[in-house]
């Protein structure tokens, strides 16, 4: 674990690094340029900004999505590791799209407020998979078990198992159990007792 941490720390600055240069170019973008303005350089300091807004938005996003990607194997495997880099990149991607749009003038609010009812439509059409991943956030990060240990599940609607993880997804993670493989949503495993296996040693006979 040290050497992980050793490795992550510089290529995590850099992300930030990133991230911080591409705030000061919007920033700079917003207050100073104009892209209605009669001089045609007050007009190009917005889309220069908005041109490094892009570039160090989305190399910041990449790096972010490496390191996490990297923290994420380590801990839940590649199953869990591969999407969690999808999202924190495309969530990198989006938030640099909409800086740079925004500093072109094309007034993403009316956008965004247009979107807002059909997002509350899709956000409780995948309350459920959102509560997964949500929760396969949380147990990723807390880490109560990793890939090959034996524990033991105790939950109200689910009842008791135990068997051997052999995958933490982000929506489900797989238990190994003497009946076979049992898929478990997140959501349960999160809100039920999880423990280590411990088998009963058996006591010799007079």
């Known amino acids: 674990m040290w050497r992980i941490d050793e490795h992550l720390r510089p290529d995590f600055r850099k992300a930030v690094g990133f991230g911080l240069i591409a705030m000061v170019a919007l920033v700079i973008g917003t207050q100073v340029g104009d892209v209605q303005a009669a001089s045609w350089r007050e007009r190009l300091i917005p889309y220069a900004c908005a041109l490094l807004v892009g570039i160090f938005g989305v190399t910041a996003s990449r790096t972010a999505a490496n390191e996490v990607h990297r923290v994420a194997v380590a801990r839940a495997g590649d199953e ?33 407020v247009g979107g807002a009812v059909t997002g509350i439509i899709l956000g409780l059409a995948a309350q459920p998979v959102l509560g997964n991943l949500f929760a396969g956030l949380v147990l990723l990060f807390a880490r109560p078990y ?32 003497d009946e076979g493989p049992l898929n478990i949503p997140n959501t349960v495993l999160l809100a039920a007792g999880v423990g280590p296996l411990v088998k009963a040693e058996t006591t010799p006979q007079a």
């Open 146 to 177: 990793l890939p090959g240990h034996r524990i033991r599940v105790i939950s109200g609607p689910l009842g008791e198992h135990s068997g051997v993880i052999v995958s933490a997804g982000l929506l489900y993670t797989v238990l190994e159990t």
């Open 80 to 112: 869990a590791a591969t999407p969690l880099r999808i999202i924190v990149m495309l969530g990198g991607y989006l938030a640099s799209l909409f800086a740079a749009c925004d500093l072109f003038g094309a007034g993403l609010q009316h956008l965004l």
